[in-house]
Structures are given as C-alpha cells and as structure tokens.
C-alpha cells in the first residue's frame, strides 16, 4: 500500500468513524492472522510464528483512547526457520512452553500517531510481565467498499529483549532482541 493510498484509507476510516459512536468488538480471522518473530543469529536471522489461542479486540474510530487489544498465544506451537531452533525456542531456557504455555499481551492504552496508533500494555512471557509499546496500523481488507468497517487488517509491530522475560539461552549465539510482526485479520461481530 502507497502512502497516498495509506492516507486516502485513514481518511476513508476517520469519515466513517463518524457513523459509529460506540466501540465495535472484532472477532479474529485464525486462519489469516499470524504471530511472527524474528531474532539474529550470527550474520544470518531466525524467523518463526507463534500461533494466535485467542484476541480480544474491541477498536473506536470516535476516540481511539477506548480501543482495547488482548491476545494470547499458544507457545508450544511455535515454529522456527532452522529446525533446531523451534526445540530450542520451546525449551527451559527460552520460552520454557511446558511450564509456560501461554503468551498473553494486554493493551494499557491507545494512542494515536500519525498514521497509526502507539499501543501500550503488559506482555507475558514465561511467566514474566513486562511493559511493551506497539506500532498499529489499520487497513481495509482488499476487496472491501471505501470506509468499510467490518473487516480490517491490524498490523503490530514492535520489538522486546528476550533476557526482560527471563529468556537468556543460547545468548552467545543468538541476539537478545526479537522483532515481532502480528497481523491479525478481524471481522466485526454481528
């Protein structure tokens, strides 16, 4: 998506908030929503996902300050690009997926930013509870009218170090921080 196009959506967005002036609670697309990570490994990159349990997202085009994001993860089927990396990632000295099964973030509060939203919340991870900020943006799904907003796209990105949550193997190897890339594919409920 171009930038013109980005600001043609937001604006096409902010007409339509108009129209609602209560919050809207989105149910999760599964199967079109990914969990994805990536980590450096030497010169080269891990890369893997972590499959999405549940989301609870409930976005207010009227006043973004009400929006509310809380999602939780399903650790033990993470993936990861190298084969030896997934068992690792799973294991005692990163996320420890038998003792910790879950990964939970709950939004705090919402921000908008230019194009997009700053949200802050809590993740947990092994058990841990740490503040994080996410980078949001919201579009249209392809093949939607102009100012539709029953089925969107978020896209979340940010960045945590492993080592806050306790997450310390392999750490000659492998970087401490580890980018994340959600895109959660949402319908409003009816």
Not at 44 to 60: E, F, Q, R, W
Not at 64 to 85: H, K, M, R, W
Not at 106 to 112: G, L, M, P
Request: net charge neutral; glycine share 6%; aromatic share 6%.
């Amino acid at each position: 998506m171009t930038k013109s196009h980005l600001i043609t959506f937001i604006s096409a967005i902010l007409m339509a908030a108009a129209a609602h002036a209560a919050p809207i609670a989105y149910l999760l697309d599964h199967d079109a929503s990914t969990v994805a990570f990536e980590t450096d490994f030497g010169p080269d990159k891990i890369t893997g996902t972590i499959p999405l349990n549940s989301a609870d997202l409930t976005l207010d085009f009227k006043s973004v300050s009400n929006c509310t994001i809380n999602v939780e993860l399903d650790v033990s089927g993470a993936q990861a690009s190298f084969p030896f990396a997934a068992q690792a990632l799973k294991g005692p000295k990163v996320l420890d997926a038998k003792e910790h099964p879950k990964m939970i973030f709950k939004s705090i509060s919402v921000k908008a930013v230019g194009n997009g939203a700053s949200v802050a919340g809590n993740l947990t991870i092994r058990g841990v509870t740490r503040p994080v900020t996410l980078q949001a943006e919201i579009f249209r799904q392809k093949g939607t009218a102009e100012g539709e907003l029953k089925h969107l796209t978020v896209r979340l990105t940010g960045a945590v170090n492993r080592s806050d949550f306790g997450a310390t193997g392999w750490s000659d190897m492998v970087s401490d921080e580890v980018r994340i890339i959600i895109t959660a594919r949402i319908d409003a409920k009816e």
